[in-house]
């Protein structure tokens, strides 16, 4: 009788140790212990979008949430700016065809933007 009970013992603690080392290695990949990627985890995980400016045609890979500001220096775009707080829209340019403010735009996240900086 002690060696079936020395079995399920040592049966039980295989499987604790395996539960253990799979919340380990997914915490590793997503952040948490929770494999299952929720509606808004999704939205967090990095996501590039391709921004191109006109009529310069320059173009640059961005990861979606950062600053159109941001996207405009790094494509070495010239956008005007004062307040940089969006208050004054010295820096107003059309992304997709409707007026955003630069300084206060996040950049979508995924996709392409064209900016027109006329």
């Not at 499987?15 to 997914?26: D, I, K, M, P, Q």
């Not at 996207?71 to 992304?95: D, F, I, L, P, Q």
């Amino acid at each position: 009788a002690s060696v079936f009970a020395t079995a399920g013992s040592m049966a039980r603690l295989l499987l604790v140790t395996c539960f253990l080392a799979v919340a380990t290695f997914s915490h590793a990949f997503t952040g948490t212990s929770n494999t299952r990627l929720t509606p808004s985890r999704r939205q967090t995980l990095p996501t590039m979008t391709t921004v191109t400016f006109q009529p310069s045609g320059k173009s640059v890979e961005m990861e979606g949430g950062e600053k159109l500001s941001l996207a405009a220096y790094r494509a070495g775009v010239a956008v005007a700016y004062n307040c940089k707080s969006g208050h004054c829209a010295t820096c107003e340019v059309k992304m997709n065809g409707r007026k955003v403010r630069t300084c206060i735009t996040n950049v979508p996240r995924r996709g392409k933007v064209t900016v027109k900086t006329d």
